[in-house]
């Protein structure tokens, strides 16, 4: 190409942060020497602004973004290859307008696929929109590759006669003509402007004739009928037809602008028929419209995403999981869906697996809120507790708010016999949200049994549970527990075996034995005037939460 070939090299820069949207040129430092290398005139891809475009396109631009980038890091990757990248991009600019951007991802996908005709030819359509004389080269390229392409052949005699061109123009309207399939209405249009252009009216008027009884809904060919008239002297003719003028081009059938019409009128409106199902709760129909996306892109790795959200909320997990193994294998980038199967490899009880999709997860989103939580949970629950604790402390970071995250960080480090800083943690979390009954309880039974003697404060112990016994405040069964403790703590043992005994009789009624038989290991301590000096015993519940609310990512 003639432009392309004056560009001097710029090797592109992928980033990989969670929101990029395109790649960065980087020049080099001096100009390179004369080269055979395909590479070596590539234009400067400059992304488009995509602030301003819906949340469901930034997602398709920034997919083949992202697709071109990982095809242009693999050293393997042929030309070929990379220019196919550079042309699927190129057509998803070109489907939402981003001509500019488009034009340069064509030019390069020409460069280094010059034997696909596609890229020839939408380089070619994009220039001759702007009136760059260079479209006639690309069209011609293309022609080379494709010599007896219908559309081709019809753009390429329009672009001549554009050009005061009527024959030359002519010559490639005739081929369009000596195809075995029937005539197309475009060619005769283009051989009648040729002939009223060169004063054959008569042939222009036969033309124009023709073409209207192909296609009669081509409005716009009663104007060249109208000035035909006029030139044969028939004004009354002339007048009849500039009435029945319109708008309407006769149609040049063009696959190529039909992929990309597909791209933005197919897709997005499928994701948007999706979207609005997902939102009124039907998943099925959601899921339908998903994989009639996935029929038209089998590479899309955004429609196995949401695929996999539409099996999920519909209980088909392991279709989901299918999914979303699919998603990762075209995108193994996504943190969201490493969220998701995480979340399913859970309700599964794949725990391990899913242990190593939410560090995935976090690994590649650290602002994934939700992943470092789930995180934490698991490893909790396995018993590992200081990891446990690093991923409760991120959460508590990113949401002050979450008390559940700080009670569980508390409880990581209890479980770890770290209890001074779990008390630090418990006191913090306490002036945080002074309302939080579970918090009050919890620092309260580590004041009154903490093992060491430096952490406990039995007096401010008894200030807290009385409170919440006073107002009513958190968790009833959990409240009295604490409260024989911290006064087992102040050797009031008789109150507190009292209590103590009282909360076995309520578990043995509800059936809970397992909970009956902790409570009397401590009812055996009062009754020996021995204080509990272990707020929660290694085997209690609370150092092994439950998951949660486990809801895949719908997010980017």
């Known amino acids: 190409m003639k432009t392309a070939s004056r560009i001097i090299l710029f090797l592109l820069v992928f980033t990989a942060a969670r929101n990029a949207t395109g790649f960065f040129p980087q020049a080099p430092t001096q100009p390179s020497a004369p080269t055979n290398d395909p590479h070596s005139d590539l234009v400067e891809m400059v992304r488009p602004d995509l602030s301003n475009v819906a949340p469901a396109i930034q997602q398709q631009i920034q997919a083949a973004q992202t697709k071109l980038a990982d095809v242009l890091a693999r050293p393997d990757s042929s030309p070929a290859f990379r220019g196919d990248a550079f042309g699927r991009l190129g057509q998803i600019y070109q489907a939402y307008g981003f001509d500019d951007a488009a034009r340069a991802a064509y030019a390069n996908a020409a460069k280094l696929a010059p034997q696909s005709y596609k890229w020839h030819y939408y380089s070619a359509y994009l220039k001759q929109r702007i009136g760059d004389e260079s479209a006639l080269d690309s069209y011609e390229s293309a022609q080379k590759l494709r010599p007896n392409d219908r ?5 390429l005699g329009n672009l001549e006669l554009a050009a005061n061109h009527p024959d030359q123009a002519k010559s490639w309207f005739v081929k369009v003509m000596a195809q075995p399939s029937s005539p197309s209405a475009a060619a005769l249009v283009g051989l009648g402007k040729v002939a009223l252009a060169q004063h054959q009216y008569p042939a222009a008027l036969k033309y124009f004739e023709d073409a209207l009884a192909r296609e009669p809904q081509a409005s716009s060919i009663h104007y060249q ?32 602008l039909d992929e990309i019409a597909l791209l933005k009128q197919g897709k997005v409106a499928l994701l948007e028929r999706a979207t609005t199902a997902m939102n009124e709760g039907r998943f099925v ?17 955004i429609a196995y995403r949401y695929l996999g959200v539409a099996l999920a909320k519909s209980g088909k997990r392991t279709e989901a999981l299918q999914s979303y193994e699919r998603a990762l294998q ?14 399913l490899l859970i309700q599964t009880g794949k725990q391990d697996a899913a242990i190593e999709h939410f560090r995935q997860a976090v690994r590649l989103d650290p602002g994934l809120v939700a992943a470092h939580f789930q995180l934490a949970n698991l490893l909790m629950r396995k018993g590992e507790d200081l990891e446990a604790a690093r991923e409760y402390a991120l959460v508590v970071d990113a949401d002050s ?8 960080l508390a409880m990581a480090l209890i479980h770890s016999a770290d209890y001074a800083q779990a008390r630090k943690v418990l006191e913090e979390a306490a002036q945080a949200l002074p309302n939080d009954p579970d918090i009050a309880n919890s620092l309260a039974r580590l004041l009154a049994a903490a093992p060491e003697a430096a952490v406990r404060d039995e007096n401010r112990a008894l200030l807290i549970v009385q409170f919440l016994v006073q107002n009513q405040q958190g968790d009833a ?3 009295g527990v604490t409260l024989a403790m911290t006064l087992a703590a102040l050797g009031r043992f008789k109150e507190a075996a009292a209590y103590q005994q009282a909360l076995i009789q309520e578990a043995e009624k509800s059936g809970a034995s397992d909970l009956a038989r902790r409570l009397r290991r401590n009812l055996d301590l009062y009754n020996r005037q021995k204080p509990c000096i272990q707020p929660w015993a290694p085997d209690d519940p609370i150092f092994r939460p439950a998951p949660g609310n486990l809801q895949v990512s719908t997010g980017n």
């Not at 559309?151 to 753009?155: A, E, T």
């Not at 002297?233 to 081009?249: F, I, P, V």
């Open 151 to 155: 559309c081709i052949l019809l753009r």
């Open 225 to 256: 009928l109208a000035m035909t008239y006029r030139a044969l002297g028939d004004t009354a003719q002339m007048q009849k037809q500039l009435e029945a003028r319109g708008d309407k081009e006769v149609t040049i059938k063009d696959p190529l």
């Open 285 to 301: 129909d959601a899921a339908a419209s998903y994989r009639e996306m996935i029929r038209i892109d089998p590479d899309d790795a």
């Open 330 to 343: 075209l995108d193994p980038n996504s943190a969201a869906v490493h969220f998701s199967t995480g979340v």
């Open 401 to 408: 708010g979450n008390g559940f995250a700080r009670l569980m």
């Open 477 to 479: 069964f959990e409240v």
